[in-house]
T-cell receptor, first 112, second 114 residues
Framework: DQQVKQNSPSLSVQEGRISILNCDYTNSMFDYFLWYKKYPAEGPTFLISISSIKDKNEDGRFTVFLNKSAKHLSLHIVPSQPGDSAVYFCAATGGANSKLTFGKGITLSVRP | TAGITQAPTSQILAAGRSMTLRCTQDMRHNAMYWYRQDLGLGLRLIHYSNTAGTTGKGEVPDGYSVSRANTDDFPLTLASAVPSQTSVYFC?????????????FGEGSWLTVV
């Protein structure tokens, strides 16, 4: 049973436009959510996170929105750049000694 | 990724052989993890350790073992490798095993079992 779902395997957007990456979760105990970015042949790198006490967190071109009632979060990248082309993983955790649960990832391609 | 060192970077291993993937972190993080990444399956947790001296099983622990003799090192051992263990393995760590702590990853170890 997949607790963190990234239902779209890929997304292609034009440079300068907005990229919206979606993520859904099922576990009500999750209270902290993270996005990781991964380039080929490299380890995942932390991008941005959000606590369940917030509904929005912004860091430069990256904004994460959390809708707890819908158990849904999204990552917005504005404006998208070719260097943003990578695999993006959504992850969630909750409670003491909580492990991080990842989605399957989405491959973002930003076209010049 | 600064702070987490994995070795080897890549390895081809004959089925039935044993192998240990090494992981060392210099951030004095209490919690450490091993994940495998497979196409279409994302990152799946193999084993974890919330603090030195303790370990636990993740989603896909079968065929793997770990030990945590000290804070810095968290080796992953395949006792008798099988082709389905061909994957990319990532070691990770965070300060403590609680929500709000970011997990940091190593660069990965590419393993091919033939």
């Amino acid at each position: 049973d997949q607790q963190v779902k990234q239902n779209s395997p890929s997304l292609s957007v034009q440079e300068g436009r907005i990229s919206i990456l979606n993520c859904d979760y099922t576990n009500s105990m999750f209270d902290y959510f993270l996005w990781y970015k991964k380039y080929p042949a490299e380890g995942p790198t932390f991008l941005i996170s959000i606590s369940s006490i917030k509904d929005k967190n912004e860091d430069g071109r990256f904004t994460v929105f959390l809708n707890k009632s819908a158990k849904h979060l999204s990552l917005h990248i504005v404006p998208s750049q070719p260097g943003d082309s990578a695999v993006y993983f959504c992850a969630a955790t909750g409670g003491a000694n909580s492990k991080l649960t990842f989605g399957k990832g989405i491959t973002l391609s930003v076209r010049p | 990724t600064a702070g987490i060192t994995q070795a080897p970077t890549s390895q081809i291993l004959a089925a039935g052989r044993s192998m240990t993937l090494r992981c060392t972190q210099d951030m004095r993080h209490n919690a450490m993890y091993w994940y495998r990444q497979d196409l279409g399956l994302g990152l799946r947790l193999i084993h974890y350790s919330n603090t030195a001296g303790t370990t636990g099983k993740g989603e896909v622990p079968d065929g793997y073992s770990v030990s945590r003799a000290n804070t810095d090192d968290f080796p992953l051992t395949l006792a008798s490798a099988v082709p389905s263990q061909t994957s990319v393995y990532f070691c990770a760590s965070r300060r403590d095993a609680i929500s709000g702590n970011t997990i940091y990853f190593g660069e990965g170890s590419w393993l091919t079992v033939v």
